[in-house]
């Protein structure tokens, strides 16, 4: 049977990691992205020898309707991924209200009205799967990233509400929490500022892009059948 995901943010390092899995595995896939157009193309154009079905769909997710865009090109769907992101690192007290707004129009408003718009899909086949990409910082909170973490820990307890919403249903939600990821989002932090996070990380290096994938591929299979609601954390014991 054909299964289709959605991969919001598929145009970042953890997005292209999942979808390149996923479709290696043999899942369709609807592939967003905002701004980097040629990210998604060079992607589709590495998909193509697993011969699936591979659509990209572009919206602006910090905008406050920039949901409605992707729910309105969905057609067949068995699982969602929220993988859109962006940060935003300084004290509290110089941060604008718009850069608050984008960044909880993206990680909370976007995502929870995004799944709620889908979930018809997923209550016709009587299963689903949403997965959250959340951060360790919506466990335990980051200095100079409190808007950051705040956004992440309300995914965090959104996933936790709606699993128990729709366990009876066949839906399981489930997030999962990276650590420090070796993707172009660490390039604003100098060599000795990523080398100082590394000493802090037990096992002494960044995560891999497809190690995060490899955990959504798990949440997506009937492995995790009886999992719902839960935090996977990949983060190399950083944060336990």
């Known amino acids: 049977m054909r299964k289709f995901v959605l991969i919001t943010g598929a145009s970042g390092g953890i997005g292209q990691a999942i ?9 369709h896939l609807y592939l967003h992205y905002n701004k980097n157009e040629k990210s998604i193309r060079e992607l589709l154009e590495r998909l193509n020898q697993f011969g699936g079905e591979y659509i990209p769909i572009q919206a602006n997710l910090t905008e406050a309707d920039g949901y409605k865009k992707i729910s309105s090109q969905i057609f067949s ?24 707004e984008a960044l909880l129009n993206v990680h909370v408003l976007n995502p929870v009205l995004l799944s709620r718009d889908l979930l018809p899909k ?29 956004a992440k820990g309300a995914q965090i307890s959104f996933v936790k509400a709606l699993s128990k919403e729709l366990a009876l249903n066949g839906i399981r939600v489930n997030a999962i929490a990276p ?5 172009p989002m660490m390039e604003g932090f ?8 590394r000493f802090e990380i037990p096992m002494g290096r960044l995560a891999r892009p497809e190690e995060i994938a490899h ?16 935090v996977l954390a990949v983060n190399g014991g950083w944060y336990t």
């Open 77 to 100: 769907l068995d699982a969602i991924i929220h993988c859109s992101g962006n940060s935003y690192y300084g004290l509290l007290m110089d941060l604008t209200q718009e850069d608050l």
């Open 122 to 150: 997923f209550l016709h086949k009587g299963s689903g799967n949403i997965i959250m990409i959340t951060s360790i910082w919506g466990q335990t909170g980051a200095a100079c990233e409190a808007a950051y973490s705040a």
């Open 215 to 230: 955990a959504a591929a798990f949440l997506l299979s009937d492995k995790a059948g009886y999992i719902t609601g839960q």
């Open 19 to 27: 979808a390149y899995h996923l479709a290696e595995s043999g899942y």
């Open 190 to 197: 100098t060599e000795d500022e990523v080398e100082r996070i």
């Open 179 to 183: 650590g420090a990821v070796a993707t």
